[in-house]
């Protein structure tokens, strides 16, 4: 198993960055592809980016595409997503998630979650 902690989220104004990290506890992190999802209040959570276990593949949905980047530091148990050029539909909870079967761009494929970070974006 491992257990993930969000953090990095804050408040910032449209065309700013931000960016978040997702720590991770074990020893195995190396053997998880992460992803990273965000929800906004009364919707599901939408897939934003996702990054393979050794780091040399990245998915992104288009909305983001250009602006996110997701990355990794196995040594450091953590995965970041670096954000810029924010805009006001960004706003929203952000999770990153693991897994240690597949990546996916849907979330009932990931098996755990961090407790998620708020990012808002004001105009």
């Known amino acids: 198993q491992v257990q993930l902690v969000d953090s990095g989220g804050g408040l910032v104004q449209a065309g700013g960055s931000l960016r978040l990290s997702c720590s991770a506890s074990?020893?195995?992190?190396?053997?998880?592809?992460l992803a990273w999802f965000r929800r906004v209040p009364g919707k599901e959570r939408e897939f934003v980016a996702a990054?393979?276990?050794?780091?040399?593949?990245?998915w992104y949905a288009d909305s983001v595409k250009g602006r996110f980047t997701i990355s990794r530091d196995n040594a450091k148990n953590t995965v970041y997503l670096q954000m810029v050029s924010l805009k006001p539909e960004d706003t929203a909870i952000y999770y990153c998630?693991?897994?240690?079967?597949?990546?996916?761009?849907?979330?009932?494929?990931?098996?755990?979650w961090g407790q998620g970070t708020q990012v808002t974006v004001s105009s």
């Open positions: 990054i393979t276990r050794s780091g040399d593949i990245t």
């Open positions: 074990g020893r195995t992190f190396s053997s998880y592809a």
């Open positions: 998630a693991a897994d240690r079967e597949r990546m996916s761009r849907t979330m009932g494929t990931w098996s755990y």
